[in-house]
């Protein structure tokens, strides 16, 4: 079992995602949301929702996160933050809920808004009995 997250961590992870919000590109929805995940190495990366003229080629901010921790070398992630500008939080879709779960099963999941509302869960509770790399061993 990993260590407890911090609260300083958490924060730093809050912070992040929602300054990634900043960055959406986001013309059509104008939904802006920011992810921050904090990976095993104790790194944070961070992603925002990327918007296309072809919709079904958009990419959510918690994917966008998760792709730059991978293109870095991290293979396992700790906790996912999203930052959505709603009054209460909003949970990962299930593309992202699936990603997440192939670089960390056991993650936590802590969903933020503008208002002091927030959800923390698992990706467990969000995800149950979910197909991952686990599946496909011999």
């Known amino acids: 079992m990993p260590s ?6 958490r924060r730093r992870l809050e912070k992040a995602a929602r300054a990634a919000a900043k960055a ?3 013309p059509y929805s104008k939904f802006r949301v920011g992810a921050a995940v904090l990976a095993s190495s104790g790194k944070i990366y961070t992603g925002t929702n990327i918007e296309n003229a072809s919709y079904g080629l958009a990419n959510c901010a918690e994917r966008s996160a998760i792709f730059t921790a991978a293109s870095q070398g991290e293979r396992a ?14 949970m990962p879709c ?16 802590i969903s933020i808004c503008h208002s002091a509302e927030r959800v923390e869960t698992t990706l467990d509770r969000l ?12």
Do not use: H, M
């Open 127 to 138: 995800l149950p009995a979910a197909f991952g790399p686990k599946n496909l061993k011999p």
């Open 4 to 9: 407890p997250i911090t609260l300083s961590v």
């Open 77 to 90: 992630i700790r906790c996912v933050v999203v930052f959505t500008p709603t009054p209460a939080p909003t």
């Open 24 to 26: 959406s590109y986001s």
């Open 94 to 109: 299930g593309a992202c809920r699936q990603v997440i779960n192939e670089f960390g099963p056991d993650a936590s999941i």
